[in-house]
C-alpha cells in the first residue's frame, strides 16, 4: 500500500518562500497522479494544485497560480511544491493525496477521490 509523507513545512514571514515534499515510503509514486491540499482552520480541505504522473500536466487552483509550482521526480519517488511569495492566507496544514491515474482514469480531482494520504506538513505564513 502506498504510504506518502509530507515534508518542508515550517515558519515564514510574507514574502518567504517554502519547498514541500511528498514521498513514498513504500511503493513508487510512479502510476499515481499526485494532488496537494491545505486545510486551514475551520475551512474546508481546498485542492492547491495536482499533476498527472507523467508531470506533463498540472493545474493550479487560482489563488496560487504564478507563485506556486508542483514537479515530480519520478526516480527519486518524490512530488514537491515550491512556494514563493508567500502570504498568510497560505497558512494551513498542506497533504499530499495521490490516485493511481491509469486504473481510476483520474489526473486531478476532488479530494474524495483521492486514495491514499500522507498526514500532513504545517505551513506558517506570519510576521
Known amino acids: 500500500q502506498l504510504q506518502l509523507v509530507e515534508s518542508g513545512g515550517g515558519l515564514v514571514q510574507p514574502g518567504g518562500s517554502l519547498r514541500l515534499s511528498c514521498a513514498s515510503s513504500t511503493l513508487t509514486v510512479n502510476p499515481y497522479a499526485i494532488g496537494w491540499f491545505r486545510q486551514a482552520p475551520g475551512k474546508e480541505r481546498e485542492r492547491v494544485s495536482c499533476i498527472s504522473r507523467s508531470g506533463l500536466s498540472t493545474n493550479y487552483t487560482d489563488s496560487v497560480k504564478g507563485r506556486f509550482a508542483i514537479s515530480r521526480d519520478n526516480a527519486g519517488n518524490t512530488v514537491h511544491l515550491r512556494m514563493n511569495n508567500l502570504k498568510p492566507e497560505d497558512t494551513g496544514v498542506y497533504y499530499c493525496?495521490?490516485?493511481?491515474?491509469?486504473?481510476?482514469?483520474?489526473?486531478?480531482?476532488?479530494?474524495?477521490?483521492?486514495?491514499?494520504w500522507g498526514r500532513g506538513t504545517q505551513v506558517t505564513v506570519s510576521s
Open positions: 493525496a495521490a490516485v493511481e491515474q491509469s486504473v481510476r482514469r483520474l489526473w486531478c480531482a476532488a479530494w474524495n477521490d483521492y486514495d491514499y
